[in-house]
């Protein structure tokens, strides 16, 4: 049509309105992702202490006494035939952060097993809560899973 002018470009109102609308949609879609991940981890951990737990009632079971008591960072090799596909969960970083470590007779009876802060992923409270509600209260001070000092959390086995 003769005297329309025609745009070429938006205008720079236009611009700040989609860049303001692109943040708050990533600011309340980002934390859902960290939370989900989080979850993740945690249900991870969950499934690994629960197949430690199954391993250790077997190797009980067949040879009636709990495997003696290893060094931090040693995978408890007795073990490995009785984890779902041979999968050592020792062998493995814990999927919240840290390491797994067998605390087994003659120093611990009933055995529990620790989760220890280690390497660059450490476990922060909040993961540490998210794995404790999958078994108690949501009470690191309760149950059995617990907080045991600054560096460690432990699951009794029972």
């Not at 980002?30 to 199954?54: G, H, Y």
């Not at 290893?70 to 009785?82: G, S, W």
């Not at 992923?121 to 909040?126: A, F, G, I, N, W």
């Amino acid at each position: 049509m003769p005297g329309m002018r025609r745009r070429g470009a938006f205008t720079m109102v236009e611009m700040v309105v989609v860049v303001i609308v692109v943040g708050i949609l990533a600011a309340m879609t980002v934390p859902k992702f960290v939370m989900a991940r989080n979850e993740s981890a945690a249900a991870a951990t969950v499934e690994d202490l629960k197949n430690i737990e199954t391993a250790l009632g077997m190797y009980k079971a067949q040879t009636g006494a709990w495997p003696k008591d290893v060094n931090r960072t040693q995978a408890v090799k007795e073990l490995t035939p009785y984890f779902p596909g041979g999968v050592n969960p020792f062998e493995k970083d814990c999927p919240i952060g840290g390491v797994y470590d067998y605390e087994g007779p003659p120093a611990w009876n009933p055995p529990h097993i620790s989760i220890r802060k280690s390497g660059s992923k450490v476990y922060t409270e909040s993961d540490a809560l998210l794995v404790d509600k999958h078994f108690d209260d949501g009470n690191l001070k309760t149950g059995l899973f617990r907080k045991s000092g600054s560096s460690r959390l432990t699951y009794a086995i029972d």
